[in-house]
Every structure is written in structure tokens, then in C-alpha cells.
């Protein structure tokens, strides 16, 4: 008789499991370059901290998606929702919008003109938070339940694989056309968001492959409804059947998903001009993220999705929770060390670890609050919650290490986590509705 856990594995060869891989990373590579990237090249380009850190706001549209998530979940796309489905004519939209504004920023400079490099960054965040939108409903209707764990730890994989590509990816491409390191130019990375935009590709080609769900919720006319109708049902109803559902316990809901992923999110605004300050190059930074990076981010999603199947949701989201909160204090230790290549390798390798199990497990919980008649707009509702207070805060981290330095800004950032323990604790003793 096979091993439970190699039963376990063969799940990751479900079609639709393995194509949320190529959908994970096409979801993964607009976030760090309008976010974690962009610090970099800003800061290489003598843009303030303080500026830096206000221009991660840009982060806030996937805050809101929530606001036109109900159009995305309802409103059918002249043409491509007749030829592709619902969910893969927003996903393909998006994804082109995507390459488009990246090949926007692409042609930008910073030092040049500011404001044209955040519209092309905001431009880029609006189109993925819609193509998180999309895809997110994508995902909790193709499988069933018991492989939401499955899709969530493979689409973490790809995700935190096109994050590595983005950073890591993105510096080295930059670095390897930088004729100096010791001052500012702007075509290495023009060269680079250019190979960004075309990756995109990887996300064009998967959407156009893959099968829309078979089990998708009914698309409502609006013509049969009524407008007025249309919009209560689009609108109002995903969130007022969420309420009904869950009543007072909602709010705890609520308050942990708008808590749980806060120590990374605050700290990652600020994680790449701290490299930068340290002394590290584009290409070590890429270096090491590239290889321990990678590997550590594969094996903590799939850790993830493997756990959440074996130990359940909520264990497995109190473990990520406090191993992304001790992480960060890793990054206490590397200030102290300065540039040493070996405590950046540690750092990161248990950073993107615990950040790929914290993840797996977070998105399946989502999931598994969702209605599948509101897949698309509840969905959105709780990933707007997730990054609305963090994105806010972490606007202010720049004037934060200005004021107290990197040591006590990362110490906070691991404090902040604590409260996370208590939510997820109370959390798990709440009976699920009937």
C-alpha cells in the first residue's frame, strides 16, 4: 500500500494543478517590479528614501480591487468572453494590458520624469490586481476542495518563481548591460523591464491554453435583471451573503486576513534599498536570489500545500505565521554583519522558506471561505483586506529607517507579526458555520 504522503504528491499532476504554475507566474511578475524592483532602480537612481517608500502606495490598487472586482465577476468582454469564457477573457485582457505598461516603464526614466514612471506603475499594478481578480476565481473553480491546497502551493510556486524573476532576474539582466556600478544608468534598465514585459508571454500562451471551468458560476444578464437588479446581485449581494454566512465571527475573519502577511509586506518595501546600502551589487543581490531563493521558495510552497493537506489549514497558518515574523529578524543579524555575501545567502534562503509555506497555507484558507457564486468578488474582498493596512504602513518605512535605523525597523517588523498568533489562535477555536 503506497505512503499517505506519496499519495499526497500525485496530486501535483492534475492538469489543472500543473497549469497554476505558468498562471502563478504570470500573477507573480508585475508585484516587485512596480514594488521591490523599482525601489531598487530608484534608489541606484538617487531618488529620496522617504520618496521611495511613499511610492509603494502604488501597492494600494491591489488594496482596492475589490471596487471593480463585482465587473470583473459579471460583466462579459465584447468578443473574448463569447470566444474564451469569462474568467479567461479578463485574465487575457489583463495580461496584455500588463506588457504593455511594462513596456511603458521600460521607456521611462526616473530622473528624468517621475510622475511618467508611476503612471506606468500604477498602470501595471491596476492590470494585475484585475488579472488576480480573474484568476483568483479561476482557481477556486476548476478543483474541487480537497485540491485547493495543491492549486494554492503551485501557484505559490510560480508566483514566488516570477518574483525571483522579476528581482532577482531583473537585477542580474540590468547588471550584466551595466557598463559601472558606481553611478546611475538608465538603459540597463530599460533593457530589463523589457524583458519583464515580454515574459508575459508565459501567462498570454497558458491563458489561451488552458480550459475554462467547467462548474462556473451562471454569468447574470443585465438586460433579463435590470440594471438596478444586476448591480445589487454583482455588487452587494457577495458581500452581504458573506456576513449572513459567517455573522459575528466575520470580523475576526476579517481581522486576521488583514494582519496575517503584515511583517513581509512592510518589510519588503524597504528590503532592496537595504541591500543597496549595504553595499551589495545587482548581481550578488541576483545571485542569491536566484539560487537559494528559488530553491527555498519551491520547497516552502510545496511544504505548504503538502501540510495543509496532512496537518490542516489553521495549523499550518499558525506555523507560517511565526516562522515569517523570526525571519525578519534575520535581517536584524545582517545589518550587524554589513556586506557579508553568506549572511545575505542565510537571510534570504529562510526568508523565501517561510514566506512559501505562510503563503500556501494563507491562500487555501482564503479559498476555502469562499462561495463559488462569488468566487471572483469575495475573493477580491479578502486579498483588498490583506494589503490595505500593511500597504499603508509600509508607505511610511522609509521615514521609519530614516528616523530609527534598519535594525529597530526590522525588529518592528517582527513585532508586528506577534498580534497575528493571537488572531489565527482565535480564529481556529471559532466553530465553522453550519
Known amino acids: 500500500m503506497p505512503h499517505p504522503w506519496l499519495t499526497a504528491l500525485k496530486v501535483y499532476t492534475h492538469p489543472r494543478v500543473v497549469g497554476m504554475l505558468f498562471l502563478g507566474f504570470s500573477a507573480g ?30 501597492g494600494l490598487a491591489y488594496g482596492f480591487k475589490f471596487l ?26 489583463s495580461q496584455v494590458c500588463i506588457a504593455l505598461a511594462l513596456l511603458g516603464m521600460a521607456n521611462t526614466d526616473p530622473v528624468l520624469n517621475l510622475t511618467h514612471t508611476v503612471f506606468f506603475a500604477l498602470a501595471v499594478a491596476f ?80 491563458t489561451l491554453i488552458i480550459r475554462e471551468p467547467a462548474h462556473a458560476a451562471p454569468l447574470p444578464r443585465i438586460a433579463e435583471q435590470g440594471f438596478g437588479a444586476w448591480l445589487a446581485t454583482s455588487f452587494v449581494q457577495p458581500f452581504v451573503e458573506f456576513f449572513a454566512r459567517f455573522k459575528w465571527q466575520a470580523l475576526t475573519i476579517l481581522a486576521l486576513i488583514a494582519v496575517y502577511r503584515i511583517s513581509d509586506v512592510v518589510m519588503g ?29 519551491i520547497a516552502g510552497a510545496a511544504a505548504g500545500g503538502l501540510l495543509v493537506m496532512r496537518m490542516g489549514v489553521m495549523r499550518t497558518l499558525f506555523l507560517g505565521a511565526v516562522l515569517s515574523a523570526a525571519t525578519n529578524l534575520l535581517f536584524v543579524w545582517l545589518a550587524g554583519r554589513g556586506h557579508d555575501v553568506s549572511a545575505l545567502m542565510v537571510t534570504v534562503s529562510a526568508d523565501n522558506l517561510s ?10 484558507y482564503l479559498s476555502s471561505l469562499v462561495n463559488q457564486a462569488y468566487s471572483a468578488t469575495q475573493y477580491a474582498l479578502f486579498t483588498s483586506v490583506m494589503l490595505l493596512l500593511p500597504k499603508f504602513i509600509a508607505g511610511f518605512s522609509g521615514e521609519f529607517v530614516d528616523a530609527w535605523g534598519w535594525a529597530n525597523f526590522f525588529t518592528g517588523t517582527a513585532l508586528i507579526g506577534v498580534p497575528v498568533l493571537v488572531l489565527v489562535w482565535l480564529v481556529g477555536r471559532q466553530q465553522p458555520p453550519g
Not at 532592496?272 to 530553491?295: C, H, L, R, W
Not at 514566506?355 to 487555501?364: E, K, L, P, T, Y
Open 355 to 364: 514566506a512559501g509555506i505562510a503563503s500556501s497555507a494563507f491562500v487555501a
Open 68 to 93: 471593480w472586482s463585482p465587473l470583473v465577476d459579471r460583466l462579459p468582454l465584447p468578443l473574448l468572453t463569447r470566444t474564451l469564457g469569462k474568467r479567461r477573457a479578463w485574465l487575457l485582457l
Open 29 to 58: 511578475l508585475p508585484l516587485l517590479l512596480v514594488l521591490g524592483t523599482l525601489s531598487f532602480w530608484l534608489s541606484e537612481a538617487g531618488i529620496a528614501r522617504a520618496t521611495i517608500g511613499h511610492l509603494s502606495w502604488v
Open 127 to 206: 492590470a494585475s490586481a484585475t488579472q488576480d481578480i480573474a484568476l483568483d476565481a479561476y482557481r477556486i473553480e476548476a478543483v474541487e476542495t480537497e485540491k485547493q491546497g495543491a492549486m494554492a502551493a503551485t501557484y505559490q510556486a510560480g508566483y514566488r518563481l516570477a518574483m525571483i524573476t522579476a528581482g532577482a532576474g531583473a537585477l542580474w539582466i540590468a547588471a550584466s548591460v551595466d557598463p559601472s556600478e558606481a553611478s546611475y544608468d538608465f538603459r540597463p534598465w530599460q533593457v530589463a523591464y523589457t524583458v519583464m514585459a515580454a515574459l508575459m508571454a508565459v501567462g498570454i500562451l497558458t
Open 269 to 297: 518595501v524597504m528590503s532592496n534599498p537595504f541591500y543597496q546600502e549595504m553595499g551589495f551589487t545587482k548581481d550578488e543581490v541576483a545571485t542569491v536570489s536566484k539560487v537559494y531563493g528559488v530553491i527555498m521558495t
